[in-house]
């Protein structure tokens, strides 16, 4: 199993640029989602799925849109990119994510994204 | 919203020295986990703690959830070079957070040869 993979893995955007940061899973997990990582920062949630067809938002979603048609993918588009989306975007899947679940979140390697 | 403030945020220390690193939230949870991030890597579960007073060890490091299930400590004995990374607690959703596991704002910790 590949588990989590992303791409790209670095990434440069000049403001106002488009683009797609592409997450898959081999491991048929229903829940994926996506989080931004900040310097000093912890892990912060932007969009969620909880299955094919089903999205919804995080704690910090503006600026960026989300789909998952298939169980496997689950893309994050930014539509018009902005110096404030510097960071680091992390994709991670898990077999649920039910009220009290102790399942372990898979994480991918990561988007290192600079907007300029 | 359940939080979770973790301290220190910074730590370095010497090769084979002990520490102790702490996750304290207001808000009860019925579990709690440890992930550690190394650098330019994303996060990796190291353990899970379900029943308040818990004590779980993983070779080095010692996990404890507290008794009332607000807070856990993770503790390192003799800590090495390849302790280095970024140590994240994390809880589960909440009955009024479906979907929305909480993350702490981690602690960086540096072990110096």
């Known amino acids: 199993n590949a588990g989590v993979t992303q791409t790209p893995k670095f990434q440069v955007l000049k403001t106002g640029q488009s683009m797609t940061l592409q997450c898959a899973q081999d491991?048929?997990?229903?829940?994926m989602s996506w989080y931004r990582q900040d310097p000093g920062m912890g892990l912060r949630l932007i969009h969620y799925s909880v299955g094919a067809g089903i999205t919804d938002q995080g704690e910090v979603p503006n600026g960026y849109n989300v789909s998952r048609s298939t169980t496997e993918d689950f893309p994050l588009r930014l539509l018009s990119a902005a110096p404030s989306q510097t960071s680091v975007y992390f994709c991670a899947s898990s077999y649920s994510i039910n009220y009290g679940a102790t399942d372990t979140q898979y994480f991918g390697p990561g988007t290192r994204l600079t907007v300029l | 919203t359940q939080l979770l403030e973790q301290s220190p945020q910074f730590l370095s220390i010497q090769e084979g020295e002990n520490l102790t690193v702490y996750c304290n939230s207001s808000?009860?949870?019925?579990?709690l986990q440890w992930y550690r991030q190394e650098p330019g890597e994303g996060p990796v579960l190291l353990v899970t703690?379900?029943?308040?007073?818990e004590v779980k060890k993983l070779k080095r490091l010692t996990f404890q959830f507290g008794d009332a299930r607000k807070d856990s400590s993770l503790h390192i004995t003799a800590a090495q070079p390849g302790d280095t990374g970024l140590y994240l607690c994390?809880?589960?959703?909440?009955?009024?957070?479906?979907?929305?596991?909480?993350f702490g704002d981690g602690t960086t910790l540096t072990v110096k040869p």
């Open positions: 703690v379900v029943t308040g007073g």
């Open positions: 808000s009860v949870f019925s579990s």
């Open positions: 491991m048929n997990h229903e829940y």
């Open positions: 994390a809880g589960p959703p909440s009955n009024t957070n479906a979907g929305k596991s909480t």
